[in-house]
């Protein structure tokens, strides 16, 4: 392995500033732009993601605005389980999907723009991520009362990083990429695929335009046939219920255990917490339904498990759980909404069971069985896939970071996104705020 340097944190940077936050709505004085919370940095190089908009101040604007290669840094925020510190590098595709609007980080975070002729932001971007995995983040996490925040002053003072010379860095970075553009490519699909389901769902039982409706009778405008029941009658329901937390581990003795949306992920849980005594199950294929708020989100059991009381699991009488699911997700779109338009910040199993909807015919259903059902074995196998590539990358990403897994001699080639990038943040001028 060729020399490493030691690199103080502020000599990577020529310029870093904080963000804004802004106004709801338009003033003068002020221009729209895409916001980046904290919240959103998982999925910010995402096509599907979501993000604020709000009104900033011209001038501010034209000091804060984003481009490609910037890294968005928390400084505030955070949980009891995850310190502040967390970062998001900006892609090219961000800026594409955003324009014409500019975009800023939001006022908890700030921008570390980079010297581009010495670092690689993709290198620099995954040794953050190494760093705050490995619990050195935590160091500058502070919590007093209210907002834990990150101390960004005292990181940078005292932070020094071993870097190696840019070739190396792109190489090391090139391989992390790959990863991740197909974890992304997967999510898209997913993404995709999930919508499909979902629209096909919306098209036969709630637009009324299933195979066959052309010859079909309606009475009030309804098929005929389609009468109003109970969910109760049509599914059983467990509810879950928490034993004591001295049961509980992370070291995989007993069931996996899950208490509510904190551990929810694209479709399946993400498993932490074991139970090692028993208690309320979840079957495989069972569908988890948060009945605390946000009442009315829903996962899919991957398998057996243990279900605390914000969760309740959820199965067709008859095992047609794709559509039960299907069903599930567009009644509860509204989260916090049952029955009539209440809202509720927990539900029970009566409520549950007293929840009006149609009993569709058997033959229907078992036709959007049959279709659904392909969409999310695809949808299944893609989250497993993602799962796979995620975990691959965390195991190479410390030994990369480090260069205890040598790249010098490796004929790489880049990723087409780390190229587009490289491109874009080799003809940008410098900044000269640090």
């Not at 940095?41 to 709000?54: A, C, D, E, I, T």
Request: glycine share 8%; proline share 5%.
């Amino acid at each position: 392995m060729k020399e490493w340097n030691e690199v103080p944190f502020a000599g990577l940077l020529v310029e870093s500033r904080d963000g804004e936050w802004g106004k709801g709505k338009p003033e003068v004085g002020h221009s729209e732009a895409v916001v980046i919370r904290g919240t959103d940095f998982s999925g910010v190089n995402n096509p599907s993601q979501n993000l604020p908009h709000r009104w900033i101040k011209n001038h501010l604007i034209e000091r804060k605005k984003l481009r490609p290669g910037d890294i968005v840094f928390e400084i505030a925020g955070g949980t009891s389980t995850q310190s502040t510190g967390r970062s998001a590098l900006l892609r090219p595709g961000f800026f594409d999907r955003n324009a014409p609007l500019p975009a800023i980080c939001a006022s908890f975070s700030r921008h570390l723009r980079l010297d581009t002729s010495r670092f690689s932001p993709e290198f620099v971007y995954y040794l953050l991520q190494s760093l705050h995995r490995s619990g050195y983040m935590g160091v500058f996490h502070i919590q007093h009362t209210g907002v834990a925040r990150f101390q960004y002053s005292s990181f940078k003072k005292h932070t020094v990083l071993n870097i190696p010379e840019l070739p190396a860095q792109r190489k090391i970075a090139a391989i992390l990429t790959a990863y991740d553009d197909l974890i992304e490519v997967n999510k898209c699909r997913i993404a995709l695929l999930e919508k499909m389901a979902e629209e096909l769902y919306r098209e036969w039982f709630v637009r009324m335009r299933f195979p066959g409706h052309q010859n079909t009778r309606f009475v009030k405008g309804v098929p005929k046939g389609w009468v109003e029941t109970q969910l109760g009658k049509i599914a059983k329901f467990t509810m879950g219920q928490s034993p004591k937390s001295e049961f509980y581990n992370e070291s995989g003795d007993g069931l996996p255990f899950h208490q509510g949306v904190g551990t929810y992920g694209e479709r399946f849980p993400n498993t932490v917490t074991y139970c090692s005594v028993d208690g309320r199950r979840a079957s495989k294929g069972d569908i988890l339904f948060s009945v605390r708020a946000p009442v009315g989100r829903l996962n899919i059991a991957d398998r057996e498990m243990i279900i605390g009381r914000g969760l309740a699991a959820i199965r067709h009488n008859e095992g047609k759980n794709v559509y039960l699911y299907y069903l599930l997700k567009t009644v509860f779109s509204q989260e916090d909404i049952i029955g009539n338009g209440a809202i509720f910040n927990s539900v029970g199993k009566d409520e549950l069971s007293r929840f009006a909807v149609y009993g569709h015919p058997e033959v229907l259903i078992d036709q959007f069985e049959e279709v659904a059902g392909h969409i999310d074995n695809q949808i299944d196998c893609l989250i497993r896939s993602t799962r796979f590539l995620t975990k691959t990358r965390d195991l190479l990403l410390p030994r990369l970071i480090s260069g205890k897994l040598s790249v010098e001699d490796l004929d790489i080639q880049f990723p087409p996104s780390m190229q587009k990038g490289m491109l874009e943040t080799e003809t940008q001028p410098e900044s000269s705020h640090a």
